[in-house]
C-alpha cells in the first residue's frame, strides 16, 4: 500500500499527540508541521524531522495527501476549505466552527468532494465504548430505551480558554452529542440545564460549570447527559445503556485494576486517570489509522462532516434551552444523515 504523505496543522497540547501518533503510524510520511507560532512548530520538526511552515498556504505546496487540523478552533473551516481546494483529505478536531451559520453554509461546499473530511469525536474509537455500541447495534439488550452519558473532566481550563470556547454544550459536552447521535442517530428535542456551582472564574464568563441534558430520540428513546467541570477523583466517563432486555455499562478507566479489601475499606482502587490525553490515548491512535484505512480506501470516514454539523445544531440547542428554560424541538431535516 502506498504511504500517504501527511501534514499538520498546529503544534499546541492536542497537535503534540497528534504529532506523536503519526510519527509512529506504519503508513503515514509526516512531512511537515504548521503553526503561527515558529518555535512550537519546530520543536516538532526536531523531534519528527519534518518540514516547518507558519503559512497554510505554504504547508499544502508541500504535496499532501492528508492533514490533520489541530489548531484552534477559529481556524478550523478555513483550513478544511482549502484542504478541500487542494483536493486533500482532513481530520480536523471538533467543532468545525462556533458559529453554526457558517458550518450550515459551508455544507454545499464539500458535499461530492472525492478529498474525504473526517471530525475529530475520538470516543467513538474508545474501546471499551466501541464495544458497547457494536453490542447495542446486535441487539444484546433488545430495544433501547434509555443512555446516560456523564463526562466530568478533573478539573475545569484555564478562564482564558473558556472564554474563547464556546461554552460547555460546544466545548465539552459536544462530545456527548455525537456519542448520543451514534446511538441515537435522529434526535427530537434537547432540553438543557446549566448551573454555575463551584467556578466563579467560568460564571464571569457567562458560561456554566455544570450541566444536565435530556434529549428525546424520534422513537422515544431518552439520553440524560450529565457534565461538570470538575471532579475530585478524576476523569469520570461513564455509558449506561439500558433496554427492553437488558443493561450495558462502560466504567471508568485506572491504572490498574486491582481491588483492595480491608477493615477500614472494601474495594479500594487506584485513582482514576486525571488527564484526558492520558484516558484517551488509545481512542485518538484508533481515530488516526481509521482516518488512514479510510484515505487509503478511498472511502468517506466516519464521523464526517455532517456528524459535526449536527453535533453542533445539537449544541446551540442546548444553549437556546439553557437560556429560556424551553425544551427545543428540533426538525427531522437535520438529522437527515445516519451515523
Known amino acids: 500500500m502506498a504511504r500517504t504523505r501527511i501534514g499538520l496543522f498546529g503544534a499546541g497540547r492536542i497537535g503534540k ?88 453554509a459551508s455544507r454545499e461546499r464539500f458535499a461530492g468532494r472525492d ?20 453490542r447495542v447495534a446486535r441487539g444484546d439488550i433488545g430495544t433501547l430505551e434509555q443512555l446516560v452519558i456523564i463526562s466530568r473532566d478533573p478539573a475545569p481550563p484555564p478562564e482564558a480558554y473558556i472564554a474563547v470556547s464556546g461554552g460547555i454544550f460546544r466545548d465539552q459536552t459536544i462530545h456527548d452529542f455525537d456519542t448520543a447521535r451514534s446511538f441515537v442517530p435522529e434526535i427530537s428535542s434537547v432540553h438543557a440545564a446549566g448551573a454555575n456551582v463551584f467556578s466563579p472564574e467560568i460564571e464571569r464568563q457567562g458560561d456554566h460549570d455544570s450541566a444536565v441534558l435530556t434529549l428525546t430520540g424520534a422513537g422515544g428513546e431518552l439520553v440524560t447527559i450529565i457534565n461538570s467541570r470538575h471532579s475530585a477523583f478524576g476523569h469520570d466517563q461513564r455509558i449506561e445503556a439500558f433496554g427492553s432486555q437488558g443493561m450495558l455499562q462502560a466504567g471508568n478507566l485506572s491504572d490498574t ?63 437556546e434551552s439553557a437560556r429560556t428554560g424551553a425544551t427545543i424541538h428540533l426538525p427531522a431535516e437535520d438529522f437527515d444523515v445516519r451515523s
Open 257 to 319: 485494576a486491582v481491588r483492595h479489601f480491608t477493615s477500614s475499606g472494601t474495594e479500594t482502587a487506584d485513582p482514576y486517570v486525571t488527564f484526558f490525553l492520558e484516558r484517551y490515548a488509545e481512542a485518538y491512535r484508533r481515530e488516526l489509522d481509521a482516518f488512514v484505512q479510510a484515505v487509503g480506501a478511498g472511502i468517506r470516514p466516519t464521523p464526517g462532516f455532517d456528524d459535526g454539523l449536527q453535533a453542533l445544531e445539537l449544541a446551540d440547542a442546548a444553549v
Open 17 to 104: 499527540v497528534h504529532a506523536a501518533n503519526i510519527a509512529a503510524h506504519p503508513q503515514l510520511d509526516f512531512v511537515v508541521v504548521c503553526d503561527p507560532v515558529r518555535a512550537g512548530a519546530e520543536a516538532i520538526s526536531e523531534q519528527y524531522g519534518t518540514a516547518v511552515e507558519t503559512d497554510p498556504a505554504r504547508a499544502f505546496e508541500h504535496g499532501l495527501d492528508a492533514v490533520v487540523i489541530a489548531s484552534s478552533t477559529s481556524t478550523h473551516l478555513d483550513l478544511l476549505t482549502a484542504a478541500a481546494a487542494h483536493d486533500v483529505a482532513a481530520l480536523c478536531e471538533k467543532p468545525i466552527d462556533l458559529d453554526l451559520g457558517r458550518v450550515r
Open 115 to 134: 478529498s474525504p473530511i473526517m471530525i475529530g469525536f475520538n470516543r467513538r474509537f474508545d474501546p471499551s465504548f466501541e464495544q458497547l455500541r457494536t
